[in-house]
């Protein structure tokens, strides 16, 4: 597993590097069928264009079922406005349930790979809540995210002093002249 994780890293690294809007979050999960919770990890790599990379990483561990999910969303920008953006997410990854043992599902097996399908939206702020609605293809269920990203070097304010192309560098503080 950590072999895993590290070369889905290792092959984002690029991505990361030239990206100048980049966030980073956290995520609460609920899974309908087996009412279990958890909770979730993510990067977003290029969160304002049409199409953005989110690796993610999920653990659920209230509840019947015990495992964690390791992969690879593409979010799909349907309809942006001034406030929110809505998107269809596909979601590829490998899972590890961990009490696949205990279940009474035939063919029930520890080590997976599973894609999901799902909407979401989310705000278009620097700190951006977001709610998914995702449905996983091989065990047929659905789950729901509700979470927090942050997004790094990221201008809210266009036409102010954040906006860097009009900040002149000869600007000196009052209070320190």
Known sequence: MKSNAIIIV??????????????????????????????????????????????????????????????LSLEFKVVKLNTFTFYLLAHGGYNNWINATSSGLEGASPANWNAEGGIGVTTNQ?????????????????????????????????MGYRNAKKVKKSVVCPAYK
């Open 126 to 158: 620097c700190l951006r809540p977001f709610i998914e609605y995702r449905y996983n293809l091989k065990f047929q269920e659905t789950h729901l995210r509700l979470g927090l990203l942050y997004f790094f070097g990221c201008r809210v304010d266009r």
């Open 10 to 71: 290792i092959c984002l690294l690029p991505f990361l590097g030239r990206s100048q809007n980049w966030g980073a979050g956290v995520s609460a999960l609920y899974n309908f069928q087996s009412e279990s919770f958890g909770v979730g990890a993510r990067v977003s790599i290029f969160p304002n264009n049409t199409i953005s990379y989110c690796p993610q990483f999920s653990y659920i561990f209230i509840g019947p079922v015990s495992e964690y999910t390791i992969g």
